[in-house]
């Protein structure tokens, strides 16, 4: 093994202290970042059912910006459990960890709390009972919980409810995928909504229980958003880039365990999806991007983790060096494309 391969291996990829350094330093970015920008004034939409109710909570910069930096160590702790917990990476690494914790530092945006954090999160969780499903053969309370799960998350964030027939798909390549399994999912599905209906109901307020539904149906194929040329630019560049890595992560997985390749592969159709959602929806709802940034996270995490590509390993130092400027010209500057 050449000597930057094992510089490589060695202090990043399996260094115990590599997540301790690595929090350190994402927690000084992001106090940098908040005492230069602070939170952005950028209302989201309300397209869940309780946020908002809670919203009013987090107006406090102070109490925004803590909670946003303690959901990002929570979506950085649900992705390296994912990995630890179903050795989704043959090597050890502590990327899984590191690489969330440095996508949601980079923008002033993910110093906010809301409710897209909240709904990534659940998906996330939603994410151990699918790959307990790996090759079971009776996964009925595993997918409904997954199922309950994700309908959590659509309290919050409707659109997660599409997550439901996609997860439906990975039921399906994780272990097949029946009859009974479906009922169980709908069944979650129907508790935690007869809940919510009923809260809405007591309360007297049935508009407030229809309303989330009708964002369903806010979406235009016609419109183009209206982008300038540099925001265009970068939309393009980071698609580009999006596709390179996963392109790359593809030709090791092929050669992987099974668990790994399903697990990848699905994830891949989830990206897929929630960028066609993001074009469909993305006035509506940005959320897709925190669910595209956490699964993107594990991508890099096995990509980088298990190559021996000198080339690869020089991406590496390239996409951390475009991110730290990335953050730079966000922190320091008004050029920010975004």
């Known amino acids: 093994m050449s000597t930057i391969k094992k510089i490589f291996k060695s202090y990043i990829v399996e260094a115990r202290f590599t997540p301790l350094i690595a929090s350190i330093l994402v927690i000084v970015f992001r106090f940098l970042l908040f005492s230069y920008k602070g939170i952005p004034n950028y209302r989201f939409a309300e397209t869940g059912f309780v946020w908002s109710y809670l919203a009013p909570y987090f107006e406090n910069e102070w109490v925004s910006f803590i909670s946003s930096t303690v959901c990002v160590f929570l979506i950085a702790g649900f992705i390296s459990q994912i990995n630890l917990h179903f050795g989704v990476i043959r090597a050890r690494t502590a990327l899984p960890f590191v690489f969330p914790l440095i996508l949601f530092s980079v923008h002033p ?27 079971r053969t009776n996964s009925r309370n595993f997918v409904f919980q997954g199922t309950v799960l994700l309908a959590l998350a659509s309290v919050f964030e409707i659109y997660t409810l599409f997550f439901i027939p996609i997860w439906w798909i990975g039921y399906s390549r994780m ?32 508009q407030g229980f229809i309303a989330p539904f009708l964002y369903f149906a806010r979406f235009d194929f016609h419109t183009i958003p209206a982008f300038t040329l540099p925001q265009w630019g970068f939309i393009g560049t980071s698609l580009i880039f999006l596709i390179a890595f996963l392109i790359m992560d593809f030709k090791y997985i092929r050669h992987d365990k099974v668990i790994t390749q399903k697990t990848i592969s699905f994830i891949f159709v989830v990206i897929g999806l929630s960028l066609l959602f993001l074009a469909l929806y993305g006035e509506q709802s940005v959320m897709w991007i925190y669910i595209i940034l956490a699964f993107e996270s594990l991508i890099l995490s096995h990509l980088y983790s298990i190559t021996t590509s000198n080339r690869e390993i020089f991406s590496f130092f390239v996409l951390l060096l475009i991110l730290i400027y990335y953050y730079l010209v966000n922190c320091l500057t008004e050029f920010s494309p975004f």
Request: aromatic residues 26%.
């Open 109 to 135: 945006i993910f110093l906010m709390m809301n409710s897209y954090y909240i709904g990534a999160i659940f998906v996330l969780w939603a994410f151990f009972p699918l790959l307990e499903t790996h090759q």
């Open 175 to 206: 272990g097949g995928f029946n009859f009974k399994m479906l009922l169980a999912s709908l069944w979650g599905l129907i508790l935690v909504y007869w809940i919510v209906f009923a809260v809405f109901v007591f309360g007297d307020n049935l």
